[in-house]
Every structure is written in structure tokens, then in C-alpha cells.
């Protein structure tokens, strides 16, 4: 029952998981760095991060479109889900909203150079609905496929959003301190964040397992390649290092105030990040009991 063939799976490549990764954390750097004009007063201390973060986030979007264009194989195709929009189509959608992140992007950097408050608030309103947008529709490009029952799943679209914002609290506390802006406000806003997508990280997972132990075959199936193929990358990086580990480093309130290890348990998170969307790409496409 739970024999698979190499040869007839496994069209989605491993680099889909890098683009989601990268777009995910472009994403959330770019909320860090546009929220002063969007929160108020309260994310005042991010601030000083805004030109470098905005300048990184551009960077990681040129960095992943490309990425997208190359799984598809031809450049033109790129073009083909916006020429041919479908509205029910994640897609469509999101061929759509990635360069309109991008243009985003630009004006908020014009408005801070040029000093134009209005237009950093409403490209950073604009900007943070795409960012959000991001992570989101990539989930849902999985959650759409009905044929594969690990990705079938309504929680994968959330756990994206939310394995995006561990990974981009990470480059956000980095930069940080490379800039001089880790203070002790930024920090606790950073801790704040990460604490809570790394909390909710813990039971997605757990729930992810739960449904793969009790759900149907081609879902103890998928349990049964993971635990083979992927155990180390799920169960040792994922879980332990990407969960457990950056829980470890938060939870005592003696580290609360420190940056360093702030940064230490982002950069186990984000990677625990990756790894759990590599696992759940190429995973979810191995599990197939029907031809």
C-alpha cells in the first residue's frame, strides 16, 4: 500500500521552497521596515531600520523572481497567469501581486529619500497587505491541489504567514545589529513577534502530525516517506532545532532583554523554517496511492 515511484513524482523542484522561503521573509522585512508609518508611534523604534530594510527587501524580491521564473521553465510563462487571469486561481493572484510588491517597494524607498510621508504611508499600507499576500497565496498554491492530501490541508497557508514571520524577524534582528539599532525597544518588539510565530509553529506542527497519524492512508502514507526520506530535516531540524531549541532561548526571562540570543533563536527558527516548507513541498508530491 505504500509503495511510490521515483520516476513519476516530484515535479515541483526543491528550488520552489527556496522561492517561498525568500518571498516569505522579503515579505516580512518589508512590514518591519514600513511599520512606523503604518502601526503609529508603537514600532517607532524600527525607524532607524527602514532604508536598509526596504533596500533588503528589494533585493530578496529580485533575488526570488527569477527563482519563480526559472521552475517555470520559460521566461514568457511568467506572463502567462496574469495574460490569462483566473480569478480562482492562487496563481494568477499571486503572478499578479509579486510585482506589485515590487513597485511597492520603490515608492515607499522614493518617499523616504524624497521625504514624502504621505506616500511612505499608503505604499506601506499597500505594501503590507501584498506582504501578507505573499506567504499567503504560496500556501494556497499548495492547499489547491486536491490530488496531494498533505497540502490539502487549510492550515498550510496559515503556517506559511507564520514561518514567514520567524524567518523575517531573523534577518530583521541581524540587520539590526549590524546597523547599531538593536535596542532594548527593538528587541522586546522582535521577541514579542518571534515568541509568537514560534509559538504557533509548535502546534501547526503538532497538528500537522496529529492529521498525518489519524488521516487517511495516503496521509500515513506521506508519514511513512517523511519518517524515512525527511525524518532528520522534520523531526531533528524542523522540530528540534527550528522549534524547540528557539523556545529554549526565549522562554527564560533572563534572556528576555538580550539581543544576541534574540538573534540566535530567530536564525534556528528561520531555518526550521525552510526546511519544514522543503519537507512539505517535496513530501506531499512522493505520497500517491492512485495513478
Known sequence: MFEYMQYNIAPWPGILAVYFFLIGTAA???VAAAAPNVFGPVADPFKSFQKVGMVVALILVGISAPLLILDIGQPARFLYPIIYFHWTSPLSWGSLFL??????ILAFLYGTFTQKTDLMKWSGIFGSLLALSMPLYTGLDLMVQTSREL???ATIPVLFVILSVTSGVALVSILEKIIGGSNEAVTRLL????YFSIGVTFWLFLGLVLSLLYGSAEKQQALAIINEEFSMKFWGITFVVGILAPLALLIPPKLASSHTALMIAGVLGAIGAYT???VLVMAGQLAQLYY
Do not use: A
Open 28 to 30: 516580512m522585512v518589508f
Open 99 to 104: 510585482p506589485l510588491f515590487g513597485l511597492s
Open 151 to 153: 497540502w490539502t490541508n
Open 191 to 194: 521577541r514579542i513577534c518571534l
Open 276 to 278: 519544514f516548507r522543503e
